[in-house]
């Protein structure tokens, strides 16, 4: 039992001890204020001004540039605004439409598309047909006022409708 007060009461010591020492042996003290020194070329240091200079005046940056550019920039937005100009999305938009009119109605899509303008696209990539073939199926098949019977595209029992 007097080992271990004695190892406590040496332990507190030096604990004690080391938080002394330790707040003030381990600081560096400089007797004079070390100053820094960075060596660049003037082309550097003034590229480095003027874009502190501009950070620090941004809207007057802005103005200035807005007033500079404003007729390409008025242009630029006349002629962009109006219809799509991109030529791909708007191929992709009339094949999505007319995907969906060949789907709810293939009367409407053979009349309107194929036989009216030659664009048989849909039913052209479905049935794996050429564009002779598709005319001919629409016109005997979906457009045909008879009763009769009609020669169907292979793939049309294959595949669900379009």
């Given at each position: 039992m007097a080992f271990t007060g004695k190892f406590s009461s040496a332990l507190i010591a030096l604990v004690s001890a080391m938080m002394l020492t330790s707040s003030t042996s381990f600081l560096i003290r400089s007797p004079a204020p070390i100053a820094t020194r960075l060596y660049l070329e003037d082309w550097v240091a003034d590229l480095i001004d003027k874009e502190l200079y501009r950070q620090g005046h941004m809207k007057e940056f802005e103005a200035e540039w807005m007033?500079?550019?404003?007729?390409?920039?008025?242009?630029?937005?006349?002629?962009?605004?109006?219809?799509?100009?991109?030529?791909?999305?708007?191929?992709?938009?009339?094949?999505?439409?007319?995907?969906?009119?060949?789907?709810?109605?293939?009367?409407?899509?053979c009349a309107d598309r194929c036989v009216a303008?030659?664009?048989?696209?849909?039913?052209?990539?479905?049935?794996?047909?050429?564009?002779?073939?598709?005319?001919?199926?629409?016109?005997?098949?979906?457009?045909?006022?008879?009763?009769?019977?009609?020669?169907?595209?292979?793939?049309?029992?294959?595949?669900p409708r379009p």
């Open positions: 007033e500079k550019n404003r007729a390409a920039v008025f242009h630029k937005i006349e002629t962009d605004f109006g219809p799509i100009s991109d030529p791909d999305e708007t191929d992709f938009r009339m094949y999505a439409k007319d995907k969906k009119m060949a789907e709810n109605d293939p009367q409407r899509y303008t030659g664009n048989c696209d849909i039913f052209e990539d479905f049935y794996e047909l050429g564009p002779e073939e598709v005319i001919k199926f629409c016109t005997e098949c979906v457009l045909s006022e008879e009763e009769g019977e009609c020669d169907l595209p292979p793939g049309f029992y294959d595949k």
